[in-house]
C-alpha cells in the first residue's frame, strides 16, 4: 500500500533563505508526483508536476526532482519570501490506480 | 485557462440531511474524481469516474455517497444522510490521463 510521508511536518525560517521540502513514498511505479500549495481554509493550487520518466522540474524560484527508485522527492525554494508561508503537499499517483494518495504537508512560516 | 469549479464554496447542513455538492470539469475532460480533507489532516482519495463508471472507490465512500454526471458539464457528489464526521472539505478533480486538475473546494459544515 503506498505511502507517503512529508519531512519536516513545520518549518519556520527568516526570509531570504533557501528551504529543502521532503517528500517520501513507499512504492515507486507511479505515473507521476504533484507538489502543491495549500493556503490556510482555502484550496490546493498546484506548483510542479515531474512524470516518472523526469528527474526534475523548475518554475521560478521552485525546483521539484524526483528520485523514483529510492521513493523520494524534493521541492526545493530559493530566496523565500514571507507569501510564500503555506502548507506544502506532495501527492503521487501510483501506477494501476486511479488517485493521487497525499502526504500530510509541511507547514511553512517564512519571517520577514 | 480552464479551470475545475465548484459550488457552493460553502455549505451548512444539519445531521441526517442530504447534501449535494456540485462541479463542473474542464470541457475536455474525461476523467472525474472527489477528494476530502477533514480539517488538519490529509487529503483523502473518495472516488473516480470514467465513462459514467465508478473507476475506483476508497473504503470512505460507503452507500451513504453517490456521484453522477447529471448531464454535460456538471459532476456531483451526494451525502445521503449526513454525519457529523462529514465534515470536511471537498475538492473535485478531473484530468485527462494521468493528470489531475483540482478545483478550489466546497466547505461542508454539518452541524
Known amino acids: 500500500k503506498q505511502e507517503v510521508t512529508q519531512i519536516p511536518a513545520a518549518l519556520s525560517v527568516p526570509e531570504g533563505e533557501n528551504l529543502v521540502l521532503n517528500c517520501s513514498f513507499t512504492d515507486s511505479a507511479i505515473y507521476n508526483l504533484q507538489w502543491f500549495r495549500q493556503d490556510p481554509g482555502k484550496g490546493l493550487t498546484s506548483l510542479l508536476l515531474i512524470q516518472s520518466s523526469q528527474r526534475e522540474q523548475t518554475s521560478g524560484r521552485l525546483n521539484a526532482s524526483l528520485d523514483k527508485s529510492s521513493g523520494r522527492s524534493t521541492l526545493y525554494i530559493a530566496a523565500s519570501q514571507p507569501g510564500d508561508s503555506a502548507t506544502y503537499l506532495c501527492a503521487v499517483y501510483p501506477s494501476g490506480t486511479y488517485k493521487y494518495i497525499f502526504g500530510t504537508g509541511t507547514r511553512l512560516k517564512v519571517l520577514a | 485557462e480552464p479551470e475545475v469549479t465548484q459550488t457552493p464554496s460553502h455549505q451548512v447542513t444539519q445531521m441526517g440531511q442530504e447534501v449535494i455538492l456540485r462541479c463542473v470539469p474542464i470541457?475536455?475532460?474525461?476523467?472525474f474524481y472527489w477528494y476530502r480533507q477533514i480539517l488538519g489532516q490529509k487529503v483523502e482519495f473518495l472516488v473516480s469516474f470514467y465513462n459514467n463508471e465508478i473507476s475506483e472507490k476508497s473504503e470512505i465512500f460507503d452507500d451513504q455517497f453517490s456521484v453522477e454526471r447529471p448531464d454535460g458539464s456538471n459532476f456531483t457528489l451526494k451525502i445521503r444522510s449526513t454525519k457529523l464526521e462529514d465534515s470536511a472539505m471537498y475538492f473535485c478533480?478531473?484530468?485527462?490521463?494521468?493528470?489531475?486538475?483540482f478545483g478550489p473546494g466546497t466547505r461542508l459544515t454539518v452541524t
Open positions: 478533480a478531473s484530468g485527462q490521463g494521468y493528470e489531475q486538475y
Open positions: 470541457s475536455n475532460h474525461l476523467y
